[in-house]
């Protein structure tokens, strides 16, 4: 076992009066942070929560979120962290699954109550907050093996499984991060991406370790970003392509002040032009691969090598390993590809309650990431695939399997097969190509409605294609890159 300080109660202690979080008009420093978590701690006692209960969170980007995810800490909580675009159906089975006890969520969201079981306790949390104060049972030390999350990544094939991400995992993420972009006194990291994702929820790690500010913006807005850059003093940000071409698009022949010092880029790698843009703007762009499992980024390429490696994720954190395995189990030679496979204290122990895909993807502390790529003698990644078939858009990851079981729960479809398609707007969407039984008429509006109903929206194909039948090989495994040449060639569109 290894302990250290509950982050938050230490971080208040060494510096009670540095800001820890800026939002909208409202600002909080790591006392009042404390404060605030320790009241709400309380509360949540007040409904039956204690150490080691899995405590679902369905919240936006918001002050009160930031409060309500530390005071799970403090009690010792497991926060099972719901990503807020999802349909109640989707989020119905994320609740069984992770058999939490207790859901906090937005009174915008309760919609979500008519699908969960009623087992579980709910509570908005307006009602929350109005509770009565009780003393917590705070938990001064923390077990950096201890679960501290569970977020939930879809798979390939099947349902989601629940990440399991500790307390050390979250730590060595932020000491991984320091020791490869620096950190200076007077950084302060603007979010705008969403705290349910590991991108969000890691800013916030990093500014109780680091002491740290950020400034919280409940969606990505250009407008508001230019401005907190400059008024807040930003000095990071977290962004995915989208987001840095708007930036870029938004400052025409001005640059950002000098004390902005990087863009942190996931999501995939930025197109040449976009990187050439930020060059000319003087941005720095660290492009990183990384995912749920490794607690955000695990792989970082440095500025100064954005364009002679246009392409390339880099290479590994310091804390971190990183090889390309092949499908007999040989490491693979400079410029081989095959599996993206790493190790370090950053990766995840595990799926909840799923030890056979644990088995699956953790050997000897390596996490088999599913991803293809290979590794140039000079140690720089180079991606192929991610996942296989992932679709990345607008920095959400899209999994097609998903979208052909929703679709193939359709009556009249017997068969279904899904890509990503370029877009100007999210760099890629998904595309569906689909078998009707017998011949029946369907249309993609009711397809699309079909889909809304089980899918979250970003999910729902932008494009349907009615073919006789799929491209499949002789172990009927679906060939998408058969559709892909086809869309491409644009002689299967209907």
Request: with cysteine; aromatic share 10%.
């Amino acid at each position: 076992m290894q302990v250290m300080p509950n982050f938050l109660i230490k971080r208040a202690f060494l510096t009670p009066d540095r800001t820890a979080v800026y939002f909208n008009n409202e600002e909080l420093s790591f006392k009042e942070l404390y404060e605030c978590a320790r009241k709400t701690a309380g509360q949540f006692q007040q409904f039956g929560l204690k150490k080691a209960d899995f405590a679902a969170v369905l919240l936006k980007n918001h002050l009160d979120t930031v409060v309500i995810l530390f005071a799970l800490q403090l009690l010792g909580a497991k926060a099972v962290i719901l990503n807020n675009r999802l349909t109640p159906a989707e989020l119905s089975w994320q609740l069984k699954d992770s058999h939490s006890a207790f859901l906090v969520l937005e009174s915008d969201f309760e919609a979500v109550l008519n699908e969960i079981p009623q087992s579980i306790k709910t509570i908005t949390k307006e009602k929350l907050f109005a509770a009565p104060i009780a003393e917590p049972a705070i938990q001064a030390e923390i077990d950096l093996n201890g679960v501290c999350t569970i977020m939930y990544t879809s798979g390939t094939t099947g349902n989601p499984k629940g990440v399991l991400q500790t307390y050390g995992n979250h730590w060595w993420s932020s000491i991984g991060s320091a020791l490869n972009l620096g950190f200076m006194e007077k950084d302060c990291w603007l979010c705008t991406v969403p705290l349910f994702h590991i991108s969000g929820y890691s800013i916030l790690m990093r500014s109780v370790i680091y002491g740290m500010p950020i400034v919280l913006h409940e969606r990505f807005d250009v407008n508001k970003t230019i401005e907190d850059i400059q008024a807040k003093k930003v000095t990071i940000m977290s962004v995915v392509s989208t987001m840095l071409s708007k930036i870029v698009d938004h400052l025409d022949h001005t640059s950002l002040p000098q004390h902005f010092r990087c863009m942190l880029l996931g999501g995939g790698p930025a197109p040449r032009p976009l990187l050439e843009a930020c060059v000319g703007k003087n941005i720095p762009v660290f492009q990183s691969y990384g995912m749920t499992e490794t607690a955000s980024q695990i792989v970082t390429l440095s500025p100064e090598y954005s364009l002679s490696r246009l392409g390339s994720a880099g290479k590994p954190l310091f804390p971190s390993q990183l090889k390309i395995v092949l499908e007999d189990g040989r490491e693979a030679i400079a410029g081989e590809a095959g599996e993206i496979v790493v190790k370090g204290p950053n990766v995840t122990a595990g799926y909840l309650f799923r030890p056979d895909a644990t088995k699956e993807k953790l050997k000897d502390g390596w996490l088999y990431t599913g991803d293809v790529g290979y590794v140039e003698e000079d140690g720089f990644l180079f991606v192929l695939d991610r996942r296989a078939d992932l679709i990345i858009s607008g920095g959400e990851n899209i999994y097609p399997a998903e979208i052909e079981a929703a679709l193939l729960g359709y009556e009249k479809i017997v068969d279904a097969g899904v890509i990503g398609i370029a877009d100007e707007v999210w760099g890629q969407v998904p595309a569906a190509f689909v078998v009707t039984k017998n011949g029946c008429a369907v249309t993609a509006e009711e397809l699309s409605q079909f889909c809304s109903e089980r899918l979250a929206k970003y999910k729902i194909p932008k494009e349907f294609v009615f073919v006789e039948k799929l491209p499949r090989n002789a172990a009927k495994k679906l060939l998408r890159r058969k559709l892909q040449e086809d869309w491409e060639k644009g002689g299967t569109r209907s």
